[in-house]
């Protein structure tokens, strides 16, 4: 969602309005025309709206965004915003259902009356749509009927929450102008959705806003590509036991926590809270912190985010946490070229980067998992019994390698889910909760290109 202070390029000659939700939906001449494609908005799409609207109340306004109309022959077609425009009509269809007889505020009563009686009413012989639209309505029912959804809520969202409309009345200049606006809207990562939405977090001063926007963005946007999609997405959801195949848009949710400064006192924010500001008073008093000196905060992959400053901090501590692991002169490859890893975890190391098949798609994934669960290990207990934990990881990763012929990401996720030592790892106290885990030996390797890694599992005796 946008707020107030997006600015949206205007093309010449475009007629220009911003049009509160009772505005657009009182308009007469609005169509939903039949090229559009389905209603595909789920029930997670509109928590996130209401979220927003939550979030935002209290501002003197709030923009959800960009909505693109074609004008002909007295219609006016929805080009682009279709998703949005049947999310809010379905509300307002709830609303006069369940609470327009309990209002109190006589002018809401008189608007709801109104929109009630003359909004339009979109009709989808797509089974996708009237699905979707079945749904939707009963989530945002829920949501209408709470008690926590006042009359000031209902007056925000109809005359406070509005729309930057474009209207066009040549259809290819819509179209070219609809494509254009999604054009980049396509070249936006997911990280690069992450930034901007705590950046409007941010609840420090510019200097300290500006130098931790400036690391952000002398970082390769690559390297923080893969950071999300590569690991941490896949880390957070499973170690919660959940699928991690492909990071999208539509995931970003994950990765967007609480604004201390505006969440209510929580037991578990409270805790946080706590942490953030003993943190932050440690650094002052040591003159250190915003410059990657004094107190750390003691980041956790599994823990609930907190909004702005923090989130940039988590992933600069997570940048490092990779190369400790990934880099040519992380701490852990500068551990076994020292000799300092006992048992076969120096060896383990070195293979796993030389060994012939290592450049394959799938054995990539099995490095993946490799290194998000070392990773994750490292995130709770440190060093502490580093040599036995690499060999009990190499362990559990490899052998979906050995086992299979050919490894995809679906085998890779599905084994994960299957034999998830990240819970495992998630519930141990100690170091030894989670190293006396046993696993089972290789029974027949199938896998080929993997001499060295065939070698190790027959050395460690976990295949014949």
Not at 220 to 231: H, I, P, Q, T, V
Request: charged share 25%; net charge neutral; aromatic share 10%.
């Amino acid at each position: 969602m946008k707020n107030e202070t997006d600015h949206v390029a205007q093309p010449a000659a475009l007629g220009t309005r911003i049009m509160s939700v009772d505005a657009l939906l009182s308009e007469a001449a609005l169509r939903i025309p039949p090229y559009q494609r389905p209603y595909k908005w789920t029930a997670r799409n509109v928590q996130q709206l209401f979220g927003d609207i939550a979030t935002h109340k209290d501002k003197p306004s709030y923009r959800l965004g960009t909505i693109v109309l074609h004008r002909q022959h007295g219609r006016l077609d929805i080009v682009d915003g279709q998703q949005r425009t049947i999310t809010l009509l379905l509300t307002i269809r709830a609303l006069v259902a369940l609470r327009l007889p309990g209002l109190l505020h006589t002018a809401l009563q008189a608007q709801l009356r109104s929109l009630g009686e003359g909004m339009i009413q979109p009709g989808f012989e797509s089974e996708i749509s009237q699905a979707n639209i079945r749904n939707n309505y009963l989530a945002i029912s829920r949501i209408v009927e709470r008690a926590d959804f006042a009359e000031d809520s209902i007056d925000f969202l109809l005359n406070r929450c509005q729309f930057v409309v474009f209207e066009l009345t040549d259809i290819s200049e819509a179209f070219q102008f609809f494509d254009s606006q999604n054009a980049r809207g396509r070249e936006l990562d997911p990280h690069d959705l992450l930034k901007a939405y705590h950046l409007r977090e941010f609840d420090d001063d510019e200097q300290v806003k500006a130098n931790t926007v400036a690391r952000w963005e002398n970082a390769d946007s690559e390297d923080l590509a893969e950071l999300f999609a590569r690991y941490l997405y896949r880390m957070r959801n499973w170690s919660k036991g959940r699928s991690a195949r492909y990071f999208g848009k539509d995931d970003t949710h994950l990765f967007k926590g609480i604004n201390l400064d505006t969440v209510a006192a929580y037991p578990h924010a409270e805790q946080l809270r706590i942490v953030h500001h003993f943190v932050d008073a440690c650094n002052r008093q040591s003159g250190g912190g915003g410059d990657g000196r004094g107190m750390a905060f003691p980041f956790r992959l599994d823990q609930t985010i907190i909004n702005g400053r923090r989130f940039f901090d988590m992933t600069a501590h997570y940048q490092e946490r990779i190369a400790s692991i990934r880099g040519k002169l992380g701490q852990v490859r500068q551990l076994a070229e020292a000799g300092s890893l006992d048992g076969y975890a120096g060896r383990i190391v070195k293979d796993i980067d030389t060994y012939e098949g290592r450049g394959r798609v799938g054995d990539g994934f099995v490095r993946t998992m490799f290194d998000c669960l070392l990773i994750a290990y490292i995130d709770r207990f440190g060093l502490a019994d580093l040599s036995r934990a690499i060999e009990k990881i190499f362990i559990w990763a490899y052998t979906v390698r050995l086992q299979m012929e050919t490894v995809q990401l679906p085998t890779v996720d599905n084994y994960v889910l299957g034999n998830n030592l990240f819970r495992v790892l998630g519930d141990a106290i100690t170091p030894a909760d989670f190293l006396s885990r046993e696993l089972p030996a290789v029974e027949h390797i199938r896998s080929t290109r993997t001499t060295k890694i065939n070698q190790l599992f027959k050395d460690m005796r976990y295949a014949a």
